[in-house]
């Protein structure tokens, strides 16, 4: 113990003899692990604001989506045949399923004109249920009916941010006439604020009206888009996933072999999807960790290799006085832990420093991903002691009498 002591005091005093040497083999693990532990943050805080905002999809939540639907620069898009729902299928589904809530949709972007001014934003075609399948909820004004979506009223849900692009107030659009598409529609509602959808999109850039109206008098088609399906609890998911996807084969007569032409997720299917679509990033940060070890691996070689030829004499005195190759090797080896360990420490509290700013700034979730901190940690003091075996080994080998008189 009392060596241990000796050498972890003669390796401090020798880094702190070489600042300039030491704070650069520092700098070559900090500015590597800072780099991952910023990168591996962000993937964390990116995955957790993408499963939040599947929850707050609705709860228990089935979507059925015509076509199929591909992951693409991590958000959803539908392949092959759209039109394959309809709200014949809806009703189908409504009927089979009489416990669970369900909601239909068909949506389009038009451009919406209000007094002088106009703006493009989505319109959704909706049955009344989908305020309560998806949550959404209005804080000026009232929902539409079932009476006004049979009767295909012309009546909206406008969000908050078509209001702002009206240059309007709330109060100034209730009851008021808008144009959709060059359609007037009178504004019976405002919708209370929602956020970014996991496809990056601003779903308080949308007006939602009745689907009936939507598709006779609006889009002028007979399918639709979307149907939303929240079972009444958690372990019925699965089975009414099955259910489901069974109703939708007979309906759209499909016969053994054939691929669905829609697409059903639950919200762990969705989760798993968007995890997916950020494997990259993951990859991403395993290469940068590889790189950011071994090159501030190289970086401490380098520094102890230099150390060696510089302090010969100071070896061979500390041998002359009975130091053993074990004590060299032991101080060496501290060396390399303390400007591995220094790099990494400090690579980690800035990268967790520079990540908190980040998310403060772009309002995400600060995630600490221990994940990877817990192995890039290990790994990093490893390969500083790795990278220090050689120039440890150099320094051992020294012959005290040559180093003295050299």
Do not use: W
């Amino acid at each position: 113990m009392n060596n241990f002591l000796i050498n972890f005091s003669q390796a401090l005093r020798s880094i702190s003899r070489r600042k300039s040497k030491s704070i650069l083999a520092i700098l070559g693990f900090l500015i590597g692990i800072s780099a991952t532990v910023i990168i591996a943050s962000i993937s964390s805080g990116v995955k957790e604001k993408t499963i939040e905002q599947i929850k707050s999809m609705g709860s228990n939540m089935i979507v059925v989506t015509a076509g199929q639907l591909k992951i693409m620069g991590n958000r959803p898009h539908q392949v092959g045949n759209v039109t394959t729902l309809t709200p014949l299928d809806y009703e189908i589904i409504k009927k089979d399923l009489p416990n669970a809530k369900i909601a239909a949709t068909q949506q389009k972007t038009f451009t919406v004109k209000f007094s002088d001014y106009s703006t493009q934003t989505t319109i959704i075609g909706a049955t009344p249920s989908l305020f309560s399948v998806r949550g959404y909820t209005v804080s000026i004004g009232r929902e539409f009916t079932s009476r006004e979506n049979r009767l295909r009223e012309r009546v909206a849900i406008i969000g908050r941010t078509v209001i702002q692009n009206l240059n309007a107030i709330p109060e100034q659009l209730l009851n008021a006439t808008i144009f959709i598409n060059n359609i007037p529609f009178r504004v019976i509602g405002i919708q209370d604020p929602v956020g970014i959808d996991i496809g990056g999109q601003d779903e308080d850039n949308q007006i939602i009206i009745p689907l009936d109206t939507a598709l006779d008098r609006v889009l002028n088609v007979t399918y639709i888009n979307n149907i939303y399906i929240s079972a009444p609890q958690e372990y019925l998911m699965s089975s009414y996933k099955d259910e489901v996807i069974k109703i939708l084969r007979k309906n759209h007569k499909l016969t053994d072999g054939q691929q669905n032409d829609f697409t059903v997720q639950d919200q762990s299917d969705i989760i798993a999807a968007q995890t997916k679509s950020t494997q990259t990033l993951d990859n991403l940060t395993v290469a940068l960790a590889m790189i950011a070890v071994f090159i501030g691996g190289l970086g401490i070689a380098a520094v102890l290799l230099v150390a060696v030829r510089e302090r010969t004499k100071e070896i061979g005195v500390r041998k002359s006085f009975g130091a053993t190759k074990q004590d060299i090797l032991t101080q060496f080896f501290i060396e390399a832990t303390i400007l591995s360990g220094s790099g990494t420490i400090s690579g980690v509290l800035i990268g967790l420093l520079i990540t908190f700013i980040i998310t403060l700034i772009t309002k995400m979730p600060f995630v600490i991903p221990f994940n990877v901190l817990i192995p890039l940690i290990f790994i990093a003091f490893l390969m500083g002691v790795i990278f220090g075996t050689i120039p440890a080994k150099r320094a051992a080998d020294v012959d005290p009498i040559r180093a003295i008189y050299s």
